[in-house]
């Protein structure tokens, strides 16, 4: 009986019949090849496979349609991928062209302006010096024709005297009108700018001049003062929105007879919610003789008040002007300068405008009166007296003055300022942008998220990192705060700042 044979043998056998060498050489090493491997390397040798062969119904009829959808499949995705691979590297090659036809096309423009510029700058020398020889040539001939006419000498001389006549009476006319029209306009100049020259040097001229002629006054020493003083003030309080009083070492009796000239009261303040914008540079050196506590506190509130108050105003105003940019789609080149200004400020990295909107605002007013009454002992400390430093911050490489009773472990000083305002703005500054009072700016932000009023009283517990007692120093704040009715001064805005307001509305 004849031995059925496989599928697999049936190949095998007619692989031997057409000598196939590829399957003998595997046989041969004893290598088995699968029923798929030898029908390949069959069709490979174009050796058609009898269809009687292929006896499975079920591979014939399912198996191999599937197997060929399959590959099928895999083609049209493979010929996709490369489509794709195709239009990517035409769009790569598009860019690159197009880029590098425009910076050809740029360069090629650069280039050629350059030569017209050069060819200009080649032309302007040959073109002078033509000018030049024209009108030299054209005044030679001109001398040399008068030359050589034959004129009497008398009439010439007097055509030529004449001639630098008319000349000199023409210019010296010319001259005078100008002259008298700038004398004129100078004039005007001057007196509309009187007052505002002497609104800020002669308030504190005429003390100087008073106290160096204090040996002519022979028993009313202050009466002249004060005499000198009132119409100089009423000038003020009428055509100037700031007083900047300078340097000049004022003592205290004249402060607060100043006070008294300009109506600086705060009880008045307190009221009416307002402080007139006049700018100390220092305080008076002999704040601390006065013998009367509360006259001594109330001078000082009144110097530090309206610096305060200022600098409160004026990060107000940058923050409002921060929200109508940050609502534009398109700013200007001054906005962005003004902008990065902001962001080096208050010390924000990466742009963040979030960020800058959460650190740039005010410092309540108490806060502030009660860390400069603490810190400057009510402005009599040697610190707020030499280097004008209200709020004691300290410095390790900066202008500062060094404390007496200083550790020896320690190299601290006590950053100086030049005037008082920029010790108000450096301490705003501290608050709003230094890690030790994150928590102070956070929940000022909460207060403000809330429509709550920003208070002193509301916020001193945040600031326990400002002094060593931590919060034995904020008890003394609070202290400080309410003895001294501080939270009267909240809302308190400048005068002119109202002023402003109103008129805008």
């Known amino acids: ?84 691979n ?156 700031e007083v900047i009083l300078p340097d000049l070492n004022l003592k205290t009796e004249t402060v607060i007879q100043l006070f008294k000239d300009v109506d600086y009261d705060l009880r008045k303040v307190r009221n009416e919610k307002l402080v007139k914008p006049i700018y100390f540079t220092q305080f008076p050196r002999d704040l601390d003789n006065l013998q009367s506590i509360k006259l001594k506190k109330e001078t000082f509130i009144k110097i530090v008040l309206p610096l305060i108050v200022a600098e409160n105003e004026k990060i107000l105003d940058d923050r409002e002007k921060l929200k109508n940019l940050s609502e534009k789609k398109f700013t200007s080149d001054l906005e962005k300068q003004w902008l990065r200004q902001k962001l080096l400020e208050y010390k924000v990295k990466k742009g963040n405008m979030n960020e800058l909107m959460f650190r740039m605002d005010m410092i309540p007013v108490s806060i502030a009166l009660a860390q400069a009454a603490k810190e400057s002992g009510w402005g009599t400390s040697r610190f707020a007296l030499e280097g004008n430093a209200i709020f004691g911050q300290w410095t390790w490489d900066g202008q500062g003055i060094a404390p007496l009773k200083r550790d020896g472990d320690k190299n601290h000083k006590i950053l100086k300022f030049p005037i008082l305002r920029a010790s108000v703005k450096a301490y705003k500054n501290n608050l709003n942008t230094h890690k030790s009072y994150s928590k102070f700016r956070e929940k000022r932000k909460s207060l403000r998220d809330k429509n709550k009023k920003i208070t002193g009283l509301a916020l001193t517990d945040t600031l326990k990192n400002y002094a060593q007692t931590g919060s034995e120093y904020t008890k003394i704040l609070n202290q400080i705060i309410t003895q001294n009715n501080l939270s009267d001064f909240e809302l308190v805005r400048l005068v002119n700042s109202v002023k402003q307001v109103e008129l805008n509305s």
């Open 86 to 241: 195709r239009f990517f590297r035409k769009v790569e090659n598009y860019k690159y062209d197009t880029s590098r036809k425009v910076n050809h096309g740029i360069s090629s423009i650069w280039k050629g302006m350059g030569n017209a510029g050069i060819n200009l700058l080649n032309v302007l020398p040959m073109l002078g010096s033509t000018v030049a020889k024209f009108f030299g040539d054209l005044f030679t001939d001109v001398f040399n024709s008068i030359y050589n006419q034959q004129i009497d000498q008398k009439s010439a001389r007097n055509v030529i005297i004449g001639f630098f006549l008319v000349i000199g009476i023409t210019t010296s006319i010319i001259v005078g009108y100008n002259t008298y029209k700038g004398y004129d306009f100078s004039n005007k100049k001057i007196e509309v700018k009187k007052p505002d020259v002497k609104i800020k040097k002669e308030t504190k001229t005429p003390e100087i001049k008073k106290q160096t002629k204090k040996p002519e006054a022979n028993k009313e020493i202050k009466k002249p003062e004060i005499k000198v003083k009132k119409p100089e003030l009423k000038v003020k309080r009428n055509n100037v929105a």
């Open 1 to 84: 009986m004849k031995k059925k044979l496989s599928y697999r043998d049936k190949l095998l056998e007619l692989a031997y019949i057409y000598n196939v060498k590829e399957i003998q050489d595997y046989t041969k090493r004893r290598m088995n090849l699968t029923t798929g491997q030898i029908e390949l390397i069959l069709k490979k040798n174009k050796i058609i496979i009898p269809k009687e062969f292929k006896t499975s119904f079920f591979k014939e009829n399912f198996t191999k349609p599937i197997s060929k959808l399959k590959s099928n499949i895999i083609d049209y995705k493979e010929e996709k991928i490369r489509d794709k």
